[in-house]
T-cell receptor
Framework: GAVVSQHPSRVICKSGTSVKIECRSLDFQATTMFWYRQFPKQSLMLMATSNEGSKATYEQGVEKDKFLINHASLTLSTLTVTSAHPEDSSFYIC????????????FGPGTRLTVT | AQKVTQAQTEISVVEKEDVTLDCVYETRDTTYYLFWYKQPPSGELVFLIRRNSFDEQNEISGRYSWNFQKSTSSFNFTITASQVVDSAVYFCALSEAYYKLSFGAGTTVTVRA
């Protein structure tokens, strides 16, 4: 299967600071990237969709100024949580899309963010 | 509105028992895809199956089997002869448009030795 990496895998930050999460598709190009969020013991919720070179589209209830998404290349997308607060503590998972004919939906291993 | 419903929050079985996870979905699209994923304690999602709306054939893969019934909008998953390694959270998901996934709430399966 395709390899998707996320960095860091775990991060602890203080309230008010910003955290950047990187997602890389290591063996395919992804024109589209999905970012999901999973709160403890809950399901995954789509946060935003980004296409390479254009602005991300955010789901209802997700603040675009708080969760900055950059999809500058076909193999790298970043999610920056700005001015993080404890309620942003969650598991963030990226999902790059190789193409519309892709059979499997690939996911990164996730980044666990804890804001103290 | 919830598009994917997994009514069972937790299931606990003894090793070698069969376990069936229910998934009911809701969509108005005629073309859609259904998925099952396994999420072990590590957190990484493990792809199990994808089924498109036009393929109602049941599928078996080793100890795993899936029953897709459009008439009842269900896509149930059975683990036969469960093992401790099957302990995980299992998610059913629906994709209606452009690969955006709507996940169910998940079912936590605990298999006791």
């Amino acid at each position: 299967g395709a390899v998707v990496s996320q960095h860091p895998s775990r991060v602890i930050c203080k309230s008010g600071t910003s955290v950047k999460i990187e997602c890389r598709s290591l063996d395919f190009q992804a024109t589209t990237m999905f970012w999901y969020r999973q709160f403890p013991k809950q399901s995954l919720m789509l946060m935003a969709t980004s296409n390479e070179g254009s602005k991300a589209t955010y789901e209802q209830g997700v603040e675009k100024d708080k969760f900055l998404i950059n999809h500058a290349s076909l193999t790298l997308s970043t999610l920056t949580v700005t001015s993080a607060h404890p309620e942003d503590s969650s598991f963030y998972i990226c999902s790059p899309l190789p193409g519309l004919s892709s059979y499997e939906q690939y996911f990164g291993p996730g980044t666990r963010l804890t804001v103290t | 509105a919830q598009k994917v419903t997994q009514a069972q929050t937790e299931i606990s079985v003894v090793e070698k028992e069969d376990v069936t996870l229910d998934c009911v979905y809701e969509t108005r699209d005629t073309t859609y895809y259904l998925f099952w994923y396994k999420q072990p304690p590590s957190g990484e999602l493990v792809f199990l199956i994808r089924r498109n709306s036009f393929d109602e054939q049941n599928e078996i893969s080793g100890r795993y089997s899936w029953n897709f019934q459009k008439s009842t909008s269900s896509f149930n998953f059975t683990i036969t002869a469960s093992q401790v390694v099957d302990s995980a959270v299992y998610f059913c998901a629906l994709s209606e448009a452009y690969y955006k996934l709507s996940f169910g709430a998940g079912t936590t399966v605990t298999v006791r030795a």
